[in-house]
């Protein structure tokens, strides 16, 4: 009975449906076609968002080998990725899987080989200045990897100039440059002056005075020059002794009244001063050295003749001199007091400190209840002010100043922001997935609207539902006119259309005929003969013809049931 039933309204929902294509207009059956196309499309699209995966950043700012190695990598594992830019996403489902797996994989390889370049030499065939050349390169990929773990820096290259030993060139000093590119802002040039030590340390006989550190504009960063001329640290002594005076402040005034501001002139110039003095009067003998030199000497002279030429042979004696001389030299060093003092002044050294304090003053109430605001007194400001030059090392020599002040300081609010948890904190919200959707909902709303709504709409309003029966409710049929000519006659009565209302009904006083809602079989109006009647036409005696010619039997049997009870009424 059940499946009967369901049958039986399957029959009529598919008879309804088609009266109510039939009585649709060529127009009105193009635009039902597009809305249902449109809608099926949209339900189409809300499923392809809904099921799709949300993707997540995997990497971004790789260079075009290593992030061609990812890509390769994703595809042979079966992962939906895309490439938007410089960056790769992928489910979010398996962002964090995907790391580890590639990380055990060396991918991405973003700094370079390192010592494993060294890992594929064999001893055999390899020379000297082959192992030099690996081992350097080698040097620069681990020192390229190091400079990458950092957080701010997306990519470094390094690069080391070491000629290696010369015989004709006595002093080789090694010098180094790494070129870096940020991670978003830009490297500062203590985090260059970092790099520089690194690398200086990681090379033997390389000073940190060689190492430069450039960045993707090509701009020099953290260079001695440079940090010369930004006075070594101004802004960061500044920094220290504001936070340093306003602690001591706050420490009396409470925290949030007072205002500190400290400006450090420094002096930018370099400054050598080489001084000697000596001391004559402090002459001190350090050494004495004394020579003494004696000399004598004879000259004997007589007559030469030939007898003096002849052996034992008497010679003449002549006349003879003697001559003699003694000299003693004496020499003493003396040494003198004697100072030397170089002075090197480097940039950096403060040349003059101004110190402005701004103090909130007291508030306090009047004989009216009303607030009404002091200034702290000059004792209270006094005190302050020998605490701030204590701070500070204030110098009247140099021409220090501070300036202490107290004046109301309205709505002061506290320092810092209150700290507040929600429940969308821990939930990711992809916003290109959420406008898709939004979109889909908007145009299928708009489609179910102002198409299908007023096609359904206009179809029903042209069949009104009849009214609801009122003598078959009671108990009673309605009263049948005299009708000899039988059942012919009323079938073929002309008179028929002009007894029915527009309104759907029959008119009972003319034709005798109560509404067709009160027909046996008929209580539920039109809706029992095929559902709002669609397909009908808009006159009420075809409507009638049309439901009489659907329902012949069932006609039969009224139009019986009226005449059995006429007959029986007459007799």
Known sequence: MQAGENAGATEVNVQQIKNVWAGLDKRKRMMAIGATLAVIFTFFLMSL????PSMQLLYAGLESSSAGDVVSALEQSGVDYEVRGGSIYVPSSKRDELRMTLASQGLPANGGKGYELLDSLSGFGTTSQMFDAAYWRAKEGELARTIVANPHVSQARVHIANTGSNPFQRTIEPTASVSVTPMGSPITPSQANAIRFLVASAVAGLAVDNVAVIDANGALIGS???AAAAGAGTDDRSQTLRERVLRLVEARVGQGNAVVEISVETITDTESIREKRVDPQ?????????EERIDSSQNQAGEVTVASNIPDGDAGNGEGSKASTNATRERVNYEISETEKE???GPGAIKRLTVAVLINGVTTETAEGEAAFEPRPEEELEALRELISAAVGFDAERGDVITLKSMDLPNVEPLGTEVTSSVFDN?????????????LAIVALILGLFVVRPILAGNGASVQALPSPDGVAAGGLPELPDMSGGDAGFMTNPDLGANIALDGEIDGGDGGFQPLG???GMGDGLAGFGGGGGGMSDDPVDRLRSMIGE???ETVQILRGWLEENNEERA
Do not use: C, G, H, W
């Open 427 to 439: 939930l990711y919200f992809d916003v290109m997935s959420i406008i898709q959707m939004a979109a």
């Open 224 to 226: 001695p020059e440079a």
């Open 49 to 52: 968002v809904a099921n799709k």
């Open 551 to 553: 329902r012949q039997e």
């Open 282 to 290: 402090s002459r001190v003998a350090i050494s004495t050295d004394v």
């Open 343 to 345: 002075i090197v002044r």
């Open 518 to 520: 009160d027909l046996p």
